[in-house]
């Protein structure tokens, strides 16, 4: 075979390549399809991205510690440690007598394996200094798997069954569980401890000579666990084994205790009885009835719709083996809820991939439709396989990003599909059309898509919690238009070899362009040409116009989610009693129980509910605190309920604070409207929070206004006579001992029953514990032998304290919160309050703050990661411009039009009144470089028309009229593609943002953009330039500048 030496000569062209070798290119085609199906049947499937949690709890109690000791003996130490962790953020703390809560929040621009190493730190530093903390301190204990999401959890209730019997069912049910494929932890929750009280009373003790620590002794003799030896014969070691251990309540009541030479038998003096912990801590109640829940947590790597049907395959085969009355409900199916969002989203993509065929075939005629209808499955194909190699799975965010990137990838395809019926119209044959279009478009298109790609770069490498939420945005939107980019010269110029006609009487001349419309628009175009300072005075008046908008556009953070879900929060008033809390939660519950828009309501008495949500906002344990979740049986059942609750716990129940409100997306926020006063007196900043609270109470627009230290609580403080308990031998840490052991009772020892292990306890008699007169009453042992009663040592006076108190960074802090109606944007009401309080914070003492905290501080911190990578957004953007354009002013010119994208933007979400939240910032910032794509191609097409020789101002408006449909199409194609989003909660404000920005700026820059050109680049060189050099002004010796538009007309 010979070929002519041109042939040899022509550079590579992969478009005439791919069409030349067409085996490999349908291999190639059927290897993409392949690998994308199975791909997107592999992929994992979740409701929400997976983000790091950078928060780790440090718990500590000390029985009997006042607030005080609390926060001089361990919570100043171990936060001093803490202060030396690495990547901190802040630490923050909450005190209450006897126990303490430290939350270290490390900052969020740190990656998963540096916060691992962080958390690692806190144990280490706080083991460093255990030596240092008090002797009977309980702890410190570490959670740092605070971002466990359960994805199903199910209660186990039934009538007549009591906590143990119902937690042996849900151990039976975690065992099965934690052999199923793909569950990684089983976790019980909500069970309730089993103890063995012995009920004695001190007087009775005291009158035998016996003392509680005689208790211990003769429990701990009878139960210890201890070595007994061992025998060796020789031929081997035989172990010695001593029965005789406590296993029941009766083996305690036959216990011996002496004094003196009297010997007492246990059960004479006091009752033994086996019991749940009282009070308990925590309880969960379901539809009614007391529960015990069962939450699984996913191992990762897999599909979380396939682990939900083998739980809940699991859980039929638990069931079969229960007992008649014990019932197992399901509370939450993250599975099922993965599964209909999921269907959802790929409905509204097949949507959009329909409104883009759509036009595609009624734009530019149905065989080019056919080449876009084949090669728009082919990039979401190789997409979604390359998705899946780099372990992306399908969310919200990359199943949004999907869909944004579906309107913006068919415009590689058009363009290389205009530029061939355009080359056949002229007279080329296919191959020649084909390979034409490569050589102009190639790598111009791919500039073009990488400054696309790039305008995303600020949500892609934003260093914070909410950035690391939505990170998948940028790269399913990169994959997907490098993968667009691919497609466009390898395989639709194959595709539109087979497929397009060529033509018979080609060559022939048509002036599309000598229409009415195009007529008109030229005369549009010229005018703006003509009187470009007043075009481009009018463009920045109306700019600046748009910038002063928002601040009429609601502002929020991430927006609610549409799940059927509801949370009430239930405070009642500090140093309520944990019985009292359940009994308001019982009524609460029996009010809703008949109505016909709920499903079920689970309860959560003394803590929130588990995370079975990912970004929900967990409340921690707190006995003055209940959370009721409610399910409702639908979005508008929700509404519905949540008017119904509101008003029955504001006219029912007006002593408890409460909050009912919807699920959120984002990272969790907490209370909507939220301020923090810190300071190093603590009087001081309860000083300066009373103010602050008096000026949210003053704002109508505010409800259950309160704040985190909530009300002070009543106590008995002993006032000891210590001359007189010196004299008796009575000491100070004496009588606190008893005090504990006789009031809220004293730990003995363990007793093991299988696995379990239970709690002997002894303590003062039900018909004296519970009276505040009887502490009084309680006997001392003196040093002497005897006991005398307290009151001879001691005087009880009643006293009112602090119940609990925050900290943040080792300064006293306190949160004053509050709610809002339905439709107010936190964002915009927090910052005007705080603008409000400048007087305020004017008149502070060094030292004292008050700052935002919450949604509002959170998306400003937010918007600052983004903000910090828009430099290198802009970078990359003007390097890619330069390459392209190789003029810096030119560049200038097109950089210049992004911005005007704002224009639409702006003026989309206040006619939709969609806020201006963390996600339409995303859509903002992604118009640059979507715009400037466009501004190329124009600039590019000016550039090629002045070098053919036309006269600079005709080819300023020539080009501007030429390229108006392709702009447009393309314009249209990606605003039309988010119409299927735009109805979404999460992605709606984007959508609008977008649409708005991409429609607007479109129309602009074909008139701006021309009129800006004029004004710099519109006189004629002053030099005149000849021959090749009039061609091509720019051209260097050996280098072609790229072109992007189609040749001129």
Do not use: C
Not at 269 to 292: M, Q
Not at 911 to 926: D, E, H, R, T, Y
């Amino acid at each position: 075979m010979t070929t002519d030496s041109s042939t040899e000569k022509r550079p590579f062209n992969l478009s005439r390549w791919a069409i030349g070798h067409p085996s490999i290119a349908r291999f190639l085609f059927g290897l993409i399809i392949l690998a994308g199906a199975l791909g997107l049947m592999r992929m994992g499937q979740k409701e929400d991205p997976d983000f790091t949690f950078r928060v780790m709890v440090v718990q500590a109690v000390w029985p009997g510690a006042s607030i005080q000791d609390m926060e001089d003996q361990v919570v100043n130490k171990i936060e001093r440690k803490l202060q030396e962790t690495p990547h901190l953020d802040f630490v923050r703390s909450y005190t209450r007598a006897g126990s303490a809560i430290i939350t270290l929040q490390v900052k969020g621009d740190t990656n998963a394996e540096e916060v691992k190493d962080a958390f690692y730190q806190v144990r280490k530093k706080v083991g460093d200094i255990a030596n240092e903390l008090p002797q009977g301190l309980l702890g410190p204990y570490f959670n740092d798997e605070f971002g466990d999401t359960f994805i199903t959890l199910h209660s186990i209730s039934g009538d007549g069954f009591t906590y143990p019997e119902l937690k042996k069912f849900a151990v039976q049910a975690r065992d099965m569980l934690l052999a199923t494929p793909g569950v990684e932890k089983a976790v019980i929750i909500g069970d309730q401890p089993e103890k063995i009280y012995i009920d004695v009373s001190s007087k009775a003790l005291a009158e035998r000579g016996l003392t509680v620590l005689d208790l211990q002794n003769a429990v701990k003799g009878q139960n210890a666990v201890d070595p007994a030896g061992s025998v060796d014969t020789g031929l081997r070691s035989v172990r010695i084994s001593v029965e005789g251990d406590v296993t029941k309540a009766a083996d305690i009541r036959e216990l011996r205790l002496r004094a003196g030479n009297q010997v007492t038998r246990l059960g004479d003096i006091a009752t033994v009885s086996s019991g749940l912990e009282d009070p308990y801590e925590r309880k969960y109640r379901f539809n009614g009835h007391e529960s015990v829940q069962v939450g699984v947590v996913m191992a990762k790597g897999f599909n979380v719709r396939d682990v939900g049907k083998d739980v809940e395959a699991t859980y039929k085969r638990f069931e079969e083996g229960l007992p008649y009355g014990v019932a197992v409900d399901q509370i939450s199916d993250q599975p099922e809820v993965v599964k209909d969002a999921v269907n959802e989203f790929m409905e509204a993509l097949g949507e959009a991939l329909l409104i883009v065929l759509v036009v595609s075939f009624l734009s530019i005629g149905w065989r080019s439709g056919l080449v876009i209808a084949i090669a728009i499955p082919l990039v979401l194909a190789a997409t979604f396989a390359i998705m899946y190699e780099i372990g992306i799975d399908l969310q919200r965010i990359s199943l949004g990003a999907l869909i944004i990137a579906l309107g913006l990838l068919v415009d590689d395809a058009m363009i290389v599909v205009e530029m061939m019926e355009r080359k056949l119209e002229e007279g080329l044959v296919k191959i020649e059309a084909a390979s034409f279009a490569y050589s102009s478009t190639a790598f111009p298109m791919l500039t073009g898509t990488l400054i696309t790609t790039a305008g995303f770069i600020p949500v892609g490498f934003a260093a914070s919690t909410a950035g690391e939420y939505v990170r998948t945005l940028f790269y399913v939107v990169g994959i997907a238009l490098v993968v667009s980019w691919f497609v466009a010269v390898y395989f639709t110029p194959w595709l539109g070899y087979m497929i397009l006609k060529q033509r018979k009487h080609a060559g022939t001349h048509h002036d599309v362009f000598d229409t009415g419309f195009y007529r008109r628009l030229r005369a549009t175009v010229t005018w703006a040409v003509r009187h470009r300072i007043i075009v481009l005075a009018m463009t920045l008046v109306t700019f600046g116009t748009s910038l002063w908008a928002f601040q009429f556009i609601p502002q929020n953070f991430f927006p609610r989610s549409s799940r059927p879900e509801i949370l009430v929060d239930l405070w009642l008033p500090e140093g309520t009693s944990i019985k009292e809390v359940e009994n308001q939660a019982k009524a609460l519950e029996a009010k809703m129980m008949d109505d016909q828009d709920k499903r079920f309501i689970a309860t959560y008495i003394g803590e929130g509910a588990p995370r079975f949500f990912l970004p929900l906002d967990q409340q921690l344990r707190n006995p003055n605190f209940a959370q009721l979740l409610v399910m409702a049986k639908d979005e508008p059942a929700r509404e519905r309920l949540i008017v119904k609750m509101r008003g029955i716990l504001a006219k029912d129940f007006p002593s408890i604070r409460a909050k009912v409100d919807r699920l959120f997306l984002g990272p969790p926020t907490g209370w909507p409207v939220q301020m923090r006063i810190m300071g190093p007196d603590r009087q001081e900043v309860r000083r300066i929070a009373d103010e602050v609270k008096a000026r949210f109470e003053a704002n109508p627009l505010l409800g259950a206004v309160h704040d985190d230290w909530l009300e002070p609580v009543p106590a008995m403080k002993l006032v000891i006579d210590q001359d007189r308990a010196r004299a008796l031998g009575v000491t100070s840490q004496r009588i606190r001992q008893m005090l504990q052991a006789t009031m809220s009772g004293a730990p003995l020892d363990d007793f093991r029953d299988g696995e379990e292990t239970v709690s002997i306890v002894a303590r003062e008699p039900e018909a004296t514990r519970h009276l505040l007169s009887s502490v009084d009453s309680v006997y001392i042992p003196t040093d002497f032998g005897g006991s005398v009663p307290l009151s001879q040592v001691a005087k009880v006076v009643p006293v009112m304290e602090q119940g609990i108190e925050w900290r943040r960074d080792r300064l006293p802090t306190i949160s004053v919160r509050a709610t809002l109606p339905d439709g107010v944007q936190s964002n915009d009401v927090v910052t005007k309050m705080y603008n409000d309080m400048k007087d305020l914070r004017a008149g502070l003492a060094p030292g004292y703050k008050i700052e935002i905290q919450g949604g509002a501080e959170d998306s400003a911190e937010s918007q600052a990661s983004i903000a910090a990578k828009a430099p290198i957004m802009l970078a990359v953007i003007v390097i890619l411009l330069m390459v392209q354009l190789q003029h810096f002013g030119k560049s200038m010119l097109v950089l210049a039009t992004g911005p005007l994208g704002i224009i639409g933007a702006a003026a989309a979400l206040l006619i939709s009144g969609a806020p201006f939240g963390f996600v339409a910032i995303l859509g903002v910032i992604a118009l640059l470089g979507i715009i400037m794509r466009n501004s190329i191609i124009l600039v590019d097409q000016i550039d090629q028309d002045i070098a053919a020789g036309m006269d600079r101002s005709e080819a300023i408006v020539g080009a501007a009229v030429r390229r108006f449909r392709p702009i447009m199409l393309t314009a249209l194609t990606a605003v039309l593609a988010l119409i299927p989003i735009s109805r979404a909660v999460f992605w709606g404000p984007l959508a609008y943002a977008m649409m708005g920005g991409i429609l607007v700026a479109t129309v602009l820059t074909i008139l701006v953009l021309p009129a800006g050109y004029a004004l710099f680049f519109g006189r004629e060189p002053k030099t005149a330039k000849t021959g090749e050099q009039a061609q091509e002004p720019e051209q260097v010796e050996g280098i072609e500048r790229p072109q992007l538009a189609l040749a001129a007309e």
